[in-house]
């Protein structure tokens, strides 16, 4: 298996412009995480889904933020207008029948710098 | 509700030197727990878990053990390597989701 895969891997933008991060999860998962890591706050859970379905969105820091998955092998993390405070790297991760002992499994991540 | 308290870093050692990251938590109830491991330019990755009170964790000659009365779970190893260079993230698994802690910078040098 390929393992979760993001793209872009890199994505520079000037303030104000929408961006988009999309990822792949490992087939068969189903759950879906998205993450945002920075210095300062370290790694935030934003969103996750079970079976397509947002079940926790309550990380997702603003309304300019929005993420859906419509379909099990697809989801999109957007932001707009996107802000220099946004930069940061924002990981996928996803897991199957999430329970207290299974683990999730991150892509690489995508490095968004804001300008 | 659930939070990770994690050694703040960067921590350096020379190689061969004994590690110890220290990790403690608070829950409700029997929590899983974790250490991810991140290299530069990678996502995050499990290292080790345990699953209940007692419970070591093992891997790559690294090991955690599940302390229920200190609320612990430091991560340990007797002799670290540069390619051990990394950030280490303890985490606590809850009903769906886990809780990371802010992570700790090692640098190995030789």
């Known amino acids: 298996d390929a393992g979760v895969i993001q793209s872009p891997r890199h994505e520079v933008t000037e303030m104000g412009q929408e961006v988009t991060l999309r990822c792949k999860p490992i087939?068969?998962?189903?759950?879906l995480f998205w993450y945002r890591q920075t210095m300062m706050r370290g790694l935030e859970l934003l969103i996750y889904?079970?079976?397509?379905?947002?079940?926790?969105d309550s990380g997702m820091p603003e309304d300019r933020f929005s993420a859906k998955m419509p379909n099990a092998s697809f989801s999109t993390l957007k932001i707009q207008p996107s802000e220099p405070r946004d930069s940061a790297v924002y990981f996928c991760?996803?897991?199957?029948?999430?329970?207290?002992?299974?683990?999730?499994?991150f892509g690489s991540g995508t490095q968004l710098s804001v300008l | 509700g659930n939070s990770v308290t994690q050694m703040e870093g960067p921590v350096t050692l020379s190689e061969e030197a004994f590690l110890t990251i220290n990790c403690t938590y608070t829950?409700?109830?029997?929590?899983?727990l974790f250490w991810y491991v991140q290299y530069p330019g990678e996502g995050l990755q499990l290292l080790l878990k345990?699953?209940?009170?007692?419970d070591k964790g093992s891997n790559k000659g690294f090991e955690a053990t599940y302390r229920k009365e200190t609320t612990s779970f430091h991560l340990e190893k007797g002799s670290v390597q540069v390619s051990d260079s990394a950030v280490y993230f303890c985490?606590?698994?809850?009903?769906?989701?886990?809780?990371f802690g802010t992570g700790t910078r090692l640098t190995i040098i030789p």
């Open positions: 991760a996803s897991s199957f029948r999430r329970r207290l002992n299974e683990k999730l499994f």
């Open positions: 345990a699953t209940k009170a007692d």
């Open positions: 985490a606590l698994g809850g009903n769906e989701k886990l809780t």
């Open positions: 829950a409700t109830g029997y929590p899983s």
């Open positions: 087939s068969g998962h189903d759950y």
């Open positions: 889904f079970n079976n397509n379905v947002p079940i926790d």
